[in-house]
């Protein structure tokens, strides 16, 4: 919104600061941190009040759990207000990949939240249907996925075909076009990125620095996708457009270092499926915008070894009958073999830095 500030920029020279990316980024950062601590407390109160015994508990889990009842839950809706507050205020609204992103993240958020709401009214881990949940889900990724798409394809900076290809690391000129599939191929990489995160989010700060991780290694591979210079230089996809990506990504930043000042051990508040959902599925489409689905893996390999040990443990159960993990996701299982909640949380924070490093240095393997 501010953006158009530029435009007095003849009059007023400072107002030019409004034109780089790089200065709305920073400015985005600080004023969604700033709306996270100014409102945080209140919506906290708020929701304790109003959900009485907060988030259920889970009967098998860690005994350590229990000491956590009646923490409230919908955490999300701080990091959303955050988020959302920052980018209309600092991001171009007129672009499409911004536009995309923000109706997943609020799409994903508002699912998010209704799974939330039945879970903390029945006191129940049993909310909204997964089926139903996924469906929608996939029909709001698919609609951001066509969009942003067909986007891709006008541009035709790498041939008719671009907006419908999937790219690969290490390979310059290596992609596959999927035609109208790529709508398909991106759901799934929206979707499978917001249950990702869903997942990973069972400790206190567990999720959500592993998310900021994420979005500030895919605010620097937007912003250099969307430059020509620097994208002609590493070798990688030039996407028009996607550096203002990188605006919204500086506000999920933000918004997580807020969300972590309340979360921290002992956590006043849980981020919830509202967050989970939404972030993941931010940054699901961070990825497909900038053709970098690929190494999103590598960035999120985190939330994928926690995707992987649920689906682990209940396929070879059904098979079997007997488990591989003491308990799925795989931070429960740390837990169970004695690690402090302290130890899995921060030895997985250093997991995923480790990742979003090996992730980045794949811009340069060309």
Avoid: C
């Amino acid at each position: 919104m501010l953006i158009w500030l530029v435009e007095l920029s003849e009059h007023l020279k400072f107002l030019n600061l409004f034109r780089y990316i790089t200065f709305r980024t920073g400015a985005s950062l600080f004023t969604s941190a700033f709306i996270v601590f100014l409102f945080g407390p209140a919506i906290i109160n708020s929701l304790r009040i109003r959900q009485g015994k907060g988030q259920p508990i889970r009967a098998d889990g860690p005994q350590t759990h229990f000491k956590k009842a009646g923490t409230p839950t919908m955490g999300g809706l701080m990091i959303l207000a955050g988020i959302v507050g920052s980018s209309l205020l600092w991001a171009d609204l007129s672009n499409v990949y911004v536009v995309a992103t923000l109706l997943v993240t609020l799409g994903f958020g508002a699912i998010g939240f209704y799974d939330d709401y039945l879970k903390v009214t029945k006191q129940s881990h049993k909310g909204f249907s997964g089926k139903a949940r996924l469906g929608i889900e996939f029909v709001i990724a698919g609609i951001a996925v066509y969009f942003m798409m067909r986007t891709a394809l006008a541009s035709g900076t790498a041939g008719s075909t671009f907006g419908s290809s999937v790219a690969f690391p290490f390979f310059k000129d290596f992609m596959i076009n999927l035609g109208i599939m790529f709508v398909v191929f991106g759901g799934f990489v929206i979707v499978g990125a917001g249950n990702a995160v869903n997942l990973t989010d069972g400790l206190d700060g567990l999720a959500i620095v592993p998310v900021m991780i994420a979005a500030a290694s895919f605010g620097v591979i937007a912003y250099l996708a969307g430059n020509v210079v620097f994208a002609n230089y590493l070798q990688i996809n030039f996407v028009p457009g996607t550096g203002e990506l990188s605006v919204v990504l500086g506000a999920v930043i933000g918004a997580g270092l807020g969300f972590l000042w309340f979360n921290a051990p002992p956590a006043a508040i849980f981020m919830g499926d509202t967050g989970s959902l939404a972030l993941g599925g931010t940054i699901g489409t961070v990825a497909v915008a900038t053709k970098h689905e690929i190494v999103m893996a590598i960035i999120g390999g985190l939330f994928v070894m926690e995707t992987l040990s649920v689906i682990i443990q209940v396929g070879f159960f059904k098979m079997t009958g007997r488990r591989v993990f003491l308990m799925a996701p795989i931070h429960h299982h740390f837990e169970k073999k004695g690690w402090t909640e302290s130890q899995v949380v921060i030895r997985f924070w250093i997991v995923a830095v480790g990742l979003a490093l090996l992730g980045l240095s794949t811009l340069k393997l060309r």
